[in-house]
């Protein structure tokens, strides 16, 4: 009988990896009723105020239900995972809640395309992310979770406005403001991106509207100084966003005196550069801001009225943008200038926006390119007052903006130093009451109001005799009308406008006939103080219990994206800063360090139905299984860096997995054997291994850390290979650490490794293995040894050796005694214990 021919090598590899591998759907299925039993991850209040454990508060942004999780929340939540994971395996009590960002216009936007309730779809959604969430096996305390749209959620919401009310820190004024026509709302500035709405890609207009503001302006500069403490665990484009955004200047404020045909008027103006008053040649008022309609001459104010049709119709950002042609409008009036006593002309133009400052500038157009670029659209002069020995900008046509020498500036003519000519004009100026010194922000009052239905109602009712009064705190919640069967599509008014039995009320002062505000809260209000609910996610007595949340807080890492880089994370500092002055935190920063990840894109390119380039998350676990498409996305990258799906392998780190995973049946010794008497380079290796990874994770270089575990299978494998290695004690000390280490990153696997090594359940609270110092120092060194500067030998060679010692070992060498020949040896460099040059 001939014999059968040997398969290739390869062909063998893959039919060992069938035969010697795990189903991965069954292993799913059957861990993860484990975990619902033994709930591993459910925090104790107890642990931590005895003191017996010292707490960790791991959160991650929590999702809009608009559909089932996608491979953002898949990424993001792999990378939370891995830092939540290894606090429990570093014996802390970890605080790792999930709940839903339910409200809002994400949510009630996918409702209306999907014909359906808001309220159905939303929590039909947060069913599906509930189960792929916990198919996925994060590490979430799901005791304590919430939706936000809850009643018993959005109680406290409404608490907290009317505490905010009552400190005066929520208010509502009649004021220009971004309205997106899409859908039908008012955004904040920091929700306009690019001169579009962030949420639907809309562009952005302006409508004159009364609304509902908190005043975030009241905490701007503790904000910003605030950052310089967060610098070391923040990302620095993070905190330069917020910086930025804030946007603190010091200068002055100056009034003008505005000639109209009423009389004389007083305008004041903000400058920074106070000192270049004697060359503002005219001054510019926000087209769009009051101001201009109320000092604008009888006969141009048609030509106003038209030209503020124009303007509604851009953005903020388009209008500040500098490339953009000036366009204005005179509006008959001058101005004396308080310096110089000139008498200049007043415009009204939309480069200028009414909510910064007072809507109104001294234009200076010498030294300010738009200033510059304005002044000859409309034939306006230009007079220069620093002379920085460029060009003169009447002339080039661009702005001088740097030091100099003051000229054409009366008593600062001569002076060099810039600091000295702004205050010589600030003490004038306060002298003669036409000014004084001031410290301005980009920031504004966060505009938080919006007329939509989905949404916690605002707790005012607007009361005809007693105006704004706040709801009786034992009439909370006010709950949202169902409307089921209205028609919830947005028409530039809120829907609950139409629910008339629930709108008109009995005012709570005067018992007359009122009406409830019918606008609902941004969505960014719920998640401004979700935190601080997970600490106490039941008490139906507060909003959160104080104790517990000084306990809990502040959040020791909180990992989210980009996007929110200003938003969220900047309301959530404002809340936690008002919710200390009320005494209810102790407290200033809500995440003491932040985590921010990047996108997982494919072919280079965002994600998108259009694009045809989407990769479904589910697809993606029915193929690889949830611990692949987790370790993939751990190991793809740095978090700060972006994935490309088309870059990657699932599938790859599916066969690692595997092979893993064999390690654990290839263990022979006893659960307990001691690994001292085992093969040590294998112990070096995963100590080192060990005290990397922490150093890796606590670092957040998490790609490194699963390298390293990978090198561990590698060099365990070629251990348990070598014969009578399956019986070592090292082998089994290595392998528990691979079960722990992908226990960060592979439950399943890791799991699994853990029962067949002998182990109960479960591998995630077993404990960091002690690192052995001695492990960690190196027996030998491998010193190299040049001659002429060429390598001609390598020496093993203790790591305290001395120079001499090193010297004569390599003088010794056979491979440096030929290449030395005999000849007279001029010069010996040494550097123990890594290098010998030899010089003949």
């Not at 216009?105 to 359906?116: G, Q, S, T």
């Not at 307990?672 to 990397?692: M, W």
């Not at 077993?766 to 190299?784: H, I, K, R, S, Y």
Request: hydrophobic letters at 40%; glycine letters at 8%.
């Amino acid at each position: 009988m001939s014999e059968q021919p040997t398969p290739p090598s390869d062909q063998r590899e893959e039919r060992e990896e069938r035969e010697n591998s795990y189903d991965v759907a069954s292993v799913e299925a059957k861990w993860r009723g484990v975990w619902d039993e033994l709930q591993p991850f459910k925090a104790d209040d107890e642990a931590v105020a005895s003191g017996r454990k010292e707490k960790r508060y791991a959160l991650t942004m929590f999702p809009y239900p608009s559909g089932d999780l996608h491979m953002g929340h898949a990424e993001v939540t792999a990378l939370h995972d891995v830092i939540a994971r290894y606090w429990w395996q570093r014996g802390y009590e970890v605080l790792n809640p999930m709940g839903w960002d339910s409200f809002g216009l994400p949510a009630e936007n996918a409702a209306i395309r999907n014909d359906a309730h808001p309220a159905d779809y939303t929590y039909g959604n947060i069913a599906t992310q509930l189960e792929s969430f916990q198919r996925y096996a994060v590490s979430f305390d799901w005791s304590r979770r919430f939706n936000t749209s809850d009643p018993s959620y959005y109680r406290w919401t409404q608490w907290l406005f009317l505490k905010f009310h009552e400190k005066g820190l929520a208010y509502r004024k009649n004021s220009p403001v971004n309205w997106c026509p899409q859908d039908q709302t008012v955004l904040a500035n920091e929700q306009v991106v690019d001169g579009a709405c962030e949420r639907c890609g809309a562009e952005v207009t302006k409508r004159e509207l009364t609304q509902w503001y908190f005043r975030t302006t009241a905490y701007a500069q503790e904000l910003l100084d605030a950052l310089d403490d967060l610098q070391p665990t923040w990302s620095d484009k993070v905190i330069n966003a917020q910086r930025n955004w804030i946007g603190r200047s010091e200068g002055a404020h100056v009034t003008f005196t505005v000639e109209t045909a009423e009389g004389a008027r007083d305008l004041e103006v903000y400058t920074t550069r106070p000192d270049t008053l004697y060359g503002a040649t005219f001054m510019v008022v926000a087209a769009d801001a009051a101001l201009a309609a109320e000092i604008v001459a009888p006969e141009r104010r048609e030509a106003l009225e038209d030209y503020l049709a124009q303007v509604r119709k851009a953005s903020d950002i388009d209008r500040l943008a500098t490339d953009r042609p000036k366009t204005g409008v005179d509006l008959g009036v001058t101005a004396t200038n308080p310096v110089s006593g000139e008498q200049v002309p007043v415009w009204a133009s939309d480069y200028v926006l009414a909510d910064y400052g007072t809507g109104a500038i001294m234009a200076v157009p010498a030294h300010d390119q738009r200033d510059l670029d304005f002044a000859r659209a409309m034939g306006l002069p230009v007079r220069r007052v620093i002379d920085t020995g460029e060009e003169n900008p009447e002339e080039s046509g661009v702005a001088t903006t740097g030091n100099g020498t003051y000229v054409n500036s009366g008593p600062l003519d001569g002076l060099t130093d810039k600091a000295t000519g702004i205050r010589t004009i600030i003490e004038r100026l306060e002298a003669e009451g036409r000014g004084s010194g001031a410290v301005n922000f980009r920031l504004r009052d966060w505009l938080l109001s919006r007329q939509r239905y989905w949404g916690a109602p605002i707790p005012i009712i607007h009361c005809p005799v007693d105006g704004e009064v706040p709801v009786p705190e034992d009439q909370l919640p006010v709950e949202l009308p169902e409307l089921r069967g209205a028609d919830l599509k947005p028409k530039g008014s809120s829907p609950l406008g139409a629910a008339a039995d629930w709108m008109h009320v009995t005012c709570p002062r005067c018992g007359g006939p009122a009406t409830r505000d019918t606008d609902t809260m941004d969505t960014f209000v719920d998640s401004s103080w979700y935190f601080l609910r997970y600490v106490s996610p039941h008490d139906d007595t507060q909003a959160f219990d104080t104790r517990l949340a000084d306990m809990w807080g502040p959040v020791d890492l909180y990992v989210g994206g980009d996007e929110h880089a200003v938003l969220h994370l900047l309301y959530a500092r404002f809340f936690t800063k008002a919710l200390r002055d009320m005494g209810l935190v102790s407290w200033d920063e809500p995440f003491s360090a932040y985590l921010s990840q990047g996108k997982v894109i494919n072919n280079g390119r965002k994600m998108s139905k259009s694009l045809g380039n989407g990769v479904s998350l589910g697809e993606q676990l029915e193929l690889y299984g949830v611990d692949a498409v987790r370790l993939t996305l751990v190991f793809a990258s740095p978090p700060e860096d972006n994935i490309d799906w088309a870059d990657v392998s699932p599938g790859g780190a599916l066969k690692f997995l595997q092979r893993a995973w064999r390690l654990s049946g290839d263990v022979a010794s006893e659960v307990g054997s001691d690994p001292a008497a085992g093969d040590l380079g294998l112990r070096r290796v995963t100590h080192k291994t060990l005290r990397e990874a922490e150093n890796l994770v606590e670092n957040h270089r998490f790609n490194v850390m699963v390298a390293r575990t990978m090198e561990l299978v590698n060099a365990t494998r070629k251990v348990i290979d070598a014969g009578a290695g399956p019986a070592d004690p090292a082998v089994r000390e290595a392998v528990e650490a691979v079960a722990i280490l992908l226990s960060l990153v592979a439950p399943y696997t890791a799991e699994e490794m853990w029962e067949r090594l002998g182990h109960e359940p479960t591998v995630a609270r077993a404990g960091w293995p002690t690192v052995d110092e001695a492990l960690l120092v190196d027996e030998t060194v491998t010193a190299v040894v040049q001659v002429q500067g060429k390598v001609k030998a390598r020496l093993e060679v203790a790591p305290d050796v001395s120079e001499a010692d090193l010297e004569a070992a390599a003088m010794a060498d056979e491979a440096v005694v030929r290449a030395i020949d005999g000849r007279p040896v001029r010069k010996v460099v040494v550097r123990a214990p890594k290098l010998v040059n030899i010089v003949v």
